[in-house]
């Protein structure tokens, strides 16, 4: 499952690397940030409830890593999408 993680994200990454629209990018971007800000708690409280030895233990801990690293590379590119404004924000404070 980690696997599909890491393919997912290299495949999020060429697109988003090769795709002209910046439009574009930021909302596949934050819609991504959304939907595994939504799974990742899911799939953590789900593997917590489960118990750690339960035949089913291991998918939700899978999907949640996978999810994860998905999650981690959303949030790298949404900092370099919004560098400009991250910065300018930072200044007023």
Do not use: C, Q
């Amino acid at each position: 499952m980690l696997h599909v993680g890491i393919l997912f994200a290299i495949g999020f990454t060429i697109f988003l690397l090769f795709n002209k629209d910046t439009k574009k990018k930021r909302l596949v971007v934050s819609l991504t940030l959304f939907i595994t800000s939504i799974i990742m708690p899911i799939s953590a409280l789900t593997y917590h409830i489960t118990g750690h030895e339960s035949k089913f233990s291991h998918t939700f801990l899978h999907i949640h890593v996978a999810v994860g690293v998905i999650f981690v590379v959303a949030f790298i590119f949404h900092v370099f999408f919004n560098w400009k404004t991250l910065k300018n924000y930072l200044k007023s404070l």
